[in-house]
């Protein structure tokens, strides 16, 4: 069910078993497999943990005292019945939003998943776990830290994410287009920023391309789907370990965009003066020597790229 993305009735035949027995089956076993395989694949982060997954962050993508890379997606479903418009989201389907924070190995560090369609843009990230937990202060985070090779520079750990999501002081998105047109200072921080960001994307990518279930409008109650979300949310993360599972051909950001996952819109909202001196102060050390890293850049790109032996 989860990988082939065959529905209950064509499992139901083939098995020569009842259509409810096989709903049955499938609901609990995705439950077991959260609850016992989520505090192995996904446990509750703590400072210890988010320091491992800051050190992998620089280590492979040279982005400094980052949690991970944060995305959101619609899954679509048919209307339950009796819903009325709660699940209707601005596409005009029914869906409920699945958000998650990824570290550098495409593994999912935190999900949350069950937001209705309807609700709105701000909403979906502030009303999620991950939300609460990041304004609340008890998402257990590392106190601010120096950055590397750059002592007297001292920042607090952030989460990298899209245009989607709000600029806080622990919540980094990039520069708005107008403000990256002929200043290279702006467009060297949103390469760097874009560049780990795609994680999220790219894990997006890969659990889609996985389970099969993502390709189309599923039927199943909303409760069901939280269930079935999550337990490809723990199967992905326990087999990130296998080569073979992550290798796709092509661009996963692309894959994303034929199977049945939508973006989460945009989310208002005004950002704090600290909000932005984090920034700022990210891209100044992006340019700086002590964070800035070898570049070349080819005629035509928009962005520059990291810096090849045959360059």
Known sequence: FLGQGDTFRAIALTYRMGETTVRRIVYETCEVIWEVLSPIVMPPPTKEIWGHISSRIWDKWQYPNALGAMDGKHVVFEKPGGSG????????????????????????????VGAHGRTSDGAVFFRSR?????????????????????????LPHVIVADE???????????????????????????????????????????????FRIYRRKLQISPDNLDKVILATTCLHNFLCGDDEYLWQPGKLEASVESLRLEDIPRIGGRPSDVAYAVREQLKTYFVSRAGSVIWCTEEGDNYPVILKPSC
């Not at 991950?130 to 001292?154: A, C, Y």
């Open 85 to 112: 418009s709660t699940f209707f989201n601005y596409k005009k389907e029914f869906s409920v939003a699945l958000l998650a924070l990824v570290d550098a190995d495409y593994k999912f560090v935190v999900v949350d």
């Open 130 to 154: 991950l939300g609460k937990m990041l304004t609340e202060g008890t998402l257990d985070i590392p106190v601010p830290k120096s950055l590397p090779n750059e002592p007297e520079i001292v």
């Open 164 to 210: 989607a999501f709000p600029l806080q002081e622990n919540i980094m998105r990039p520069y708005p287009g107008p403000q990256v047109v002929n200043n290279e200072r702006n467009k060297i921080y949103n390469y760097r920023h874009s560049r780990f960001r795609r994680e999220s994307e790219n894990a997006f990518g890969v659990i889609s391309k996985k």
